[in-house]
């Protein structure tokens, strides 16, 4: 929800996309369209890209094919408490 004009005044490293655009990218082409945009925009930014809100491997398939850096979502995880965290790693890597 920020304005264009931050780009290129902040010193930022990263663009983070917000879970409104990712969740039903899937279903409606604006924000699939949109959504493209937006990572394509940031490579010659030197920015990298963050999704939140993915919800499935198919979120992941199409956001790693439009060059998307990271994500976040519950189909990595959900929130879990600190005590949790150290045993989920762990489970991670391993798999």
């Known amino acids: ?3 264009f004009s931050y780009i ?5 490293s990263k663009l983070k996309i917000d879970q409104s655009f990712i969740r039903n ?3 409606e082409p604006k924000l699939c369209n949109v959504t493209e945009t ?3 925009m940031a490579g010659p930014l030197s920015l990298s890209v963050i999704a ?4 499935s491997h198919e979120h992941i398939q199409r956001l790693k094919d439009w060059g998307c850096d990271e ?3 519950y189909h990595i995880a ?5 005590e949790s965290l150290n045993q989920w ?3 991670t890597t391993l798999n």
Do not use: D, N, W
């Not at 939140?52 to 919800?55: D, H, L, N, Q, R």
């Not at 959900?78 to 600190?82: N, S």
């Open 38 to 40: 937006m990572i394509a």
């Open 89 to 91: 790693l762990i489970s």
């Open 8 to 12: 290129t005044q902040l010193p930022l």
């Open 25 to 27: 990218m899937l279903t």
């Open 52 to 55: 939140e809100g993915v919800e």
């Open 1 to 3: 929800y920020s304005s």
């Open 78 to 82: 959900k929130p879990m408490p600190l």
């Open 71 to 73: 994500v976040q979502g």
